[in-house]
């Protein structure tokens, strides 16, 4: 079936650029809505997702019929035609639609027309990255074909992009399409300023149900004066692990060693605890129609509010220090790790999802390039662990459990972590000058058995010759081995 991979994106869609000096940044306040207004925000949600799904069906529509009428053997031109799936096509279709169709035609109109056209365009975005993904024009894993949402799994949101969205002069109020003036948990001064002296304007409002509470987050097209940072000239290349979630070294020799705050290892035995408690209680059932008990329902808000707590936290402690490390150097240089590998270790993934790697680099990036600063990324090979720091020299081999880095060739004994930090932070300068030290890529350092790509075999082969089980060959049973160290001596992932 090849319905999309013949039928591209009509047009492609234009991004907004900000104007210069200013940038596009995200405002988000916790609501305070009555029961009246919660209810009004989850219809407009709830009205989305139906837009939703109505959009992914019609266009979904076709494709089987063209796909049922080949089986009889219809010609090609007699073919039932392609639905569009561009917003304007959809959206052209459902306001005809929303009138006589049964699932809309008696309650459209109690919600704003924004809500209609989050879904429709949340529709339209998917058909478009399944198509380019089909078609080889997408990066990253493969694309599915759009489906329909679950009215108890998706999470419920809601954009505006026109009609009244304000913030009150009160700053404990916003004002929103059809849904009215909401209060805040909190002041909203920092933006009302920005507004109030033209030096913000607001694009968009997004209404979600998120972490137990409604938010509202503001687009806004900011200006953004360039923070000088105080050490332009200088280098940082940041490690990132378990045991110390990050390790830093700068051009000048400074080793900063950041702790893991693990913050959900510290809830975990809470978590854990109320989790029984959870188990414990009478919760729906699909099967049998059973609804949830109401002391169900309190017992699983107990321990979502841990959870919530914990990625609070959590986000909190990586802004910090993220800021810190791009306010103070001009060139930050961290690995282009594959995360979602990482996470299919099972005795490390918990507390690598912990850590937070991906989000560290991404606000790495764009927070360096609000300071006028540059971040080099690493290549995901650049042995850093494997280098030594100060004579160039490639281990062939360093198992995850060796935290203790010793050269062959200088006998320079170092912190593993540290080393590679150091080695980061020369590719800085390689990447610039040519130097050929720490993995220039222009002059590499010795390499004789290749550690610059991958050294060591994560499975076995099933068609190997030997007189073992699943054909294990004798020989390998040792570099095999240091994949299975117990998980406390593996804490120390760099």
Request: positive net charge; glycine residues 8%.
């Amino acid at each position: 079936m090849s319905e999309t991979a013949e039928q591209a994106p009509e047009k492609k869609r234009r991004t907004f650029e900000p104007q210069p000096g200013f940038v596009v940044q995200a405002y988000r306040f916790a609501l305070d809505p009555n029961n009246i207004q919660e209810q009004a925000l989850r219809s407009h949600c709830g009205a989305a997702r139906a837009a939703f799904n109505w959009a992914v069906s019609w266009v979904r529509a076709s494709w089987s019929q063209r796909a049922a009428e080949q089986t009889y053997g219809v010609g090609e031109d007699e073919l039932t035609e392609w639905r569009p799936w561009s917003l304007p096509s959809l959206r052209k279709v459902f306001n005809t639609v929303k009138h006589t169709d049964p699932r809309f035609a008696e309650w459209w109109s109690e919600n704003s027309k924004e809500a209609y056209n989050t879904g429709l365009a949340g529709a339209a975005a998917a058909f478009d990255n399944y198509a380019t993904s089909k078609n080889g024009k997408r990066k990253g894993r493969r694309m599915g074909k759009p489906r329909r949402k679950s009215k108890h799994k998706a999470r419920p949101a809601c954009r505006f992009t026109t009609g009244t969205i304000r913030l009150e002069p009160d700053r404990r109020h916003v004002t929103l399409p059809r849904l009215g003036t909401i209060r805040t948990h909190e002041s909203t001064r920092k933006l009302q300023r920005r507004v109030g002296n033209g030096s913000a304007r607001i694009l968009s409002a997004t209404v979600r149900h998120e972490r137990g509470r409604w938010l509202v987050s503001f687009q806004v097209e900011v200006e953004r004066e360039t923070q000088r940072v105080t050490r332009p000239d200088d280098a940082v290349g940041v490690d990132l692990g378990v045991k110390h979630l990050a390790v830093t070294a700068d051009s000048l020799g400074e080793i900063r060693y950041e702790p893991n705050p693990a913050h959900y290892d510290i809830a975990l035995k809470t978590l854990k605890r109320l989790s029984r408690r959870v188990s414990r209680r009478q919760g729906p059932d699909r099967r049998t129609g059973q609804a949830p008990s109401k002391r169900w329902r309190k017992a699983g808000e107990q321990r979502n509010k841990v959870h919530h707590r914990v990625a609070n936290l959590r986000a909190d402690a990586l802004h910090k220090l993220t800021t810190r490390i791009t306010g103070e150097y001009g060139t930050v240089v961290v690995e282009d790790l594959n995360v979602a590998g990482m996470l299919k270790n099972r005795r490390l993934a918990r507390k690598i999802a912990d850590a937070g790697f991906g989000e560290i680099r991404r606000q790495l990036t764009y927070k360096s390039g609000w300071n006028n600063g540059r971040t080099v990324v690493a290549d995901r090979w650049f042995p850093s662990s494997k280098t030594c720091s100060g004579c160039g020299a490639v281990k062939a081999k360093l198992p995850l459990h060796v935290r203790v880095f010793t050269c062959d060739a200088c006998d320079l004994v170092i912190d593993r972590d540290e080393n590679a930090a150091r080695n980061l932070a020369a590719l800085a300068a390689d990447c610039t000058t040519g130097t050929g030290v720490a993995g220039d890529q222009s002059a590499p350092a010795p390499n004789p058995r290749g550690a610059d790509q991958k050294t060591r075999t994560t499975t076995r082969s099933h068609q190997a010759a030997g007189g073992r089980a699943g054909g294990a060959i004798p020989q390998q049973r040792k570099e095999t081995r240091d994949l299975h160290q117990d998980a406390t001596t593996q804490l120390g992932l760099s």
